[in-house]
Structures are given as C-alpha cells and as structure tokens.
C-alpha cells in the first residue's frame, strides 16, 4: 500500500491529517505525509501503525514551516511484532520568522522486529525554532509494574499499554 498527502496550508489556516493502520497487516506500506506552511498556518500530521510478522513499513513525515509565526507537529506511533521491519524519518524545516516546529515519534518493539526512526531537523532562519524527541525500545516498564500489580499477567499488561499508544 502507498499512502501519499501532501498539502499547502494557506496564511492562517489549519490542517490535520492523521493516518492509522492497527487492526490490520500492513504487508508493505509506504506512508509519505507533507504539509507545506504559510503564515500563521498550522499543521499537525500524526500517524498509528502496528506492524507484524514480517511487515515493512516506511514512513516519511515532512512538515515545511515557510511562512512567518507558522507552526507543526509530526507524531508518529509504531508499534512493531514479530519480524517486522520499520523505518520512520521525520522532517521539520523552518524557514519563516518565528515558525514553531515539533517532531515526536514513538516505537515499540517486541519480538525481533528491526526499528530505526530519524528525525531530521533543519532551521535556515535564526528566528526559527524545531524540536524533537523519539524514542525505541520495549513497552514501559514502570507502566508494565504497575499494571502487573493490579492483578494483570504481563502479556494483558503489555497488550493494554499497546492499546493505548495506538488509540486516537
């Protein structure tokens, strides 16, 4: 599956967009989300995605903040089983005076699943401002403690905290 959105958000509007795939396979999916902003213009791009067995999965999220007091955010959530095989880039560019970007991305591994996530910041205006945060790594052992001691085993425990990650 090929999943392509690109957008121009024109002065002071506002755009969502937000992709899902949980309930079933990806197979290969090639997910490419791009909003390009004017002034004052806002955008938040989120994706969800569970992949399993031996699924591939790339997803490319750009957020292009050209315009003056523009602002984004790119949220991206994997979860990967099994053998799956994900690759997720995430891309800010600022280039309008006080553009306001964020890039946050999240993923989950379990089994033998192959991770890799790059986020890709990038300012060309001293004014301008990106951040980012990602993560890769197992689920939440604090959270897992916490829920074991509630009465849960640890696979109910995992499968809700999964649940939650993924919900809108």
């Not at 490319?60 to 880039?89: H, P, Q, W």
Request: net charge neutral; with cysteine.
């Amino acid at each position: 599956m090929i999943s392509r959105t690109e957008v121009e958000v024109e002065k002071g509007g506002r755009y969502t967009g937000k992709f899902s795939l949980m309930k079933h396979r990806a197979r290969e999916l090639k997910l490419e989300m791009t909003a390009k902003l004017a002034g004052r213009a806002v955008a938040e791009l989120t994706s969800k995605i569970r992949a399993v067995e031996d699924d591939s999965v790339e997803v490319r999220e750009i957020l292009l903040l050209e315009g003056a007091r523009s602002r984004g955010n790119l949220k991206s959530t994997v979860i990967a089983f099994d053998s799956s095989k994900v690759n997720v880039v995430n891309e800010a560019y600022g280039f309008g005076d006080y553009a306001k970007g964020h890039v946050e991305c999240h993923e989950v591994v379990k089994g033998n699943a192959d991770v890799q996530t790059v986020p890709l910041l990038r300012v060309k205006n001293d004014k301008a401002e990106l951040t980012h945060e990602a993560s890769i790594g197992r689920v939440n052992e604090t959270q897992l403690i916490q829920l074991m001691a509630r009465g849960l085993t640890e696979e109910e425990a995992s499968e809700l905290i999964i649940k939650g990650l993924l919900m809108w």
